[in-house]
C-alpha cells in the first residue's frame, strides 16, 4: 500500500528519476498543477488570516492591501511565484508561450506595486493589523498602475481559459467525453474572470454605488472569484481534475 501511494504521488507531480540533474519543474503539467493550486489558497489563506489573526468579521477591502499588512509576505510570495511559473511556462505554442508571460509579468507588477494605502496614515489605531503606509505623494500613479497589472494578468488569465485550453487536435466530433467537459470547464473559468474584471471597473466608475460596492467588500470577492476560477482551470489544464478515462 505505500508503494502505491508513493508511487501515486510521483505520478502526480511527474518526478522523474532516471534523468540525472533533471529538474522537476521543467513538466508543463507540474507547473499548471502549482499555479492552480497556488493561485485557488491564495484568497482562502488570506481570509482566515483576517478572521483569526486580525479578528475581522470578514476580508479586507481586496486581496492586494494585505501587501500592508503582517500577512505581507504570504500575499507578495504566493502572486510572485504565480509570476514567475507563468513566465517559464512554455505551453503547446508560441501563443501559449506569449501570453502566458505577459499574466506572468503582470503577476510581478500586482506584487510590486502595491495598491493604495489601507490606513489613513502611519500606525493608525483603527487598523492595528495594518503595519505598512505609503507617502501619499506617489499614490496616484502606483496605484494606477497596479490597477492597469491587475487588469491585463486577469484578462490574460481568461483568455488562456477561453481560447488557448479548449483547443484540440482532434476535430469537435470526435473529442472524448472528459475533453468535452473540461472545455466547458474553461470557458465558464474564463467567463467567471471577465466578469469578476467588470464588477471591478463598474465599482471603480462609480457605476455600481460606492456605499453599496465598499459594504459588501466587492473588490475583494470579485478577486477572489476571478483567481479561484483560474486555479480551478490551471488544476484542470494540469490534469490533477478531470482526467481522461484510461480504458
Not at 500613479?141 to 490597477?147: A, E, M, T
Not at 482532434?170 to 464588477?199: D, F, Q, S, W
Not at 465599482?203 to 466587492?218: A, H, M, Q, S, V
Amino acid at each position: 500500500m505505500a508503494a502505491e501511494n508513493k508511487k501515486k504521488v510521483h505520478n502526480t507531480l511527474n518526478l522523474n528519476y532516471n534523468s540525472d540533474n533533471g529538474v522537476w519543474l521543467h513538466q508543463g503539467k507540474t507547473l499548471r498543477k502549482i499555479v492552480g493550486t497556488a493561485g485557488m489558497l491564495l484568497p482562502i489563506l488570506l481570509l482566515a488570516i483576517s478572521l483569526t489573526f486580525f479578528e475581522l468579521s470578514g476580508p479586507l477591502a481586496s486581496i492586494s492591501h494585505y501587501y500592508y499588512t503582517r500577512a505581507a509576505t504570504l500575499f507578495t510570495v504566493i502572486v510572485s511565484l504565480i509570476g514567475i511559473f507563468l513566465i517559464v511556462y512554455s505551453g503547446e505554442e508560441p501563443v501559449d508561450f506569449w501570453v502566458s508571460n505577459l499574466a506572468g509579468m503582470a503577476a510581478l507588477c500586482v506584487a510590486f506595486f502595491p495598491t493604495s494605502n489601507l490606513a489613513q496614515g502611519c500606525c493608525d489605531a483603527v487598523m492595528p493589523y495594518a503595519v505598512t503606509y505609503f507617502d501619499e505623494s506617489q499614490e496616484g500613479w502606483r496605484s494606477l498602475f497596479h490597477y492597469i497589472a491587475a487588469a491585463v494578468f486577469l484578462s490574460a488569465l481568461a483568455f488562456m481559459s477561453l481560447f488557448l485550453f479548449v483547443k484540440s487536435d482532434t476535430p469537435k466530433g470526435k473529442r472524448c467525453r472528459e475533453k468535452v467537459l473540461r472545455n466547458r470547464v474553461y470557458r465558464t473559468c474564463g467567463i467567471l474572470m471577465l466578469l469578476a474584471l467588470l464588477v471591478i471597473v463598474l465599482g471603480l466608475f462609480d457605476i455600481i454605488p460606492t456605499e453599496t460596492y465598499d459594504r459588501l467588500k466587492l473588490t475583494f470577492w470579485m478577486e477572489a472569484l476571478a483567481v479561484e476560477a483560474f486555479g480551478f482551470s490551471w488544476l484542470v489544464k494540469g490534469e490533477a481534475l478531470m482526467q481522461d478515462k484510461v480504458n
